[in-house]
């Protein structure tokens, strides 16, 4: 039995420009083309593409995917590997559901009583289930900063690397902050906080206006850095994106 790409894409809640676009590449090519050209679905497709929006939920770029599935041979391990990644990443997201839990509770404590809410809670605990990885992942679109990243990176000691990625998650903490306060993408709090991540760009290398509005760009279409960053708050991908423009269209021309 087979399906049309209609079926295929009602069933599967992906466009059929979508699997259009799949076959395209190689990636998931239908089992037959029918009458009038239309392509054609069978079980072995079905289940070739659960794997690939498994992978895509999980994060895994497209070349990626297509990289694990040529390498696969028993689609029975091939589940069985996707199932581990799922429950890992169930075992993340539930982490990170009890930190901003956590946070939310000290928050209103220190703020009805005045203490600081680094007395109750280590700063460490903070960033318990957040991986700075996933934001990173966005700089291969940027090769040669990528590049002066890993010069830096190549010279630091594994501690100073983790106090480094514990600031940058620091940064989207305060600007999920500031979004939650209200403040528009072009207050000057927020720009205060563009400005200092756009310094710490520039130290490793020089950056262009439009490289750095690419980079903004990058975090609302890279889907691995937009997922950090909606982990720590909804909308804070598309905020950070828009003071980004902000910034570079008020302060760099």
Known sequence: MDWPIAEVARMSGVTARTLRHYDEIGLLPPARIGA???????EHQLLRLQQILVLRALGVGLPEIGRILSEQVDEMEALRGHHRRLLAERDRLDALAGTVSRTIVELEQ????GTPMTAVNRPENLFEGIQPSQYEETLRDFPEHAEAVARRVAG????AVEDGQRERTEQMVRLAELMAAGLAADAGPVQAETDAQY???TELRAVSVEEYRAI???CVDNE???????????????YQRDAIEAYAASRLG
């Open 110 to 113: 220190s703020r009805k009583d």
């Open 216 to 218: 903004g760009r990058s």
């Open 199 to 201: 310094r710490a760009l």
């Open 156 to 159: 630091m000691s594994p501690r």
């Open 224 to 238: 691995q850095w937009r997922a950090a960053y909606e982990a720590i708050a909804p909308g804070l991908a598309v």
């Open 36 to 42: 009038g050209g239309h392509r054609r679905y069978g």
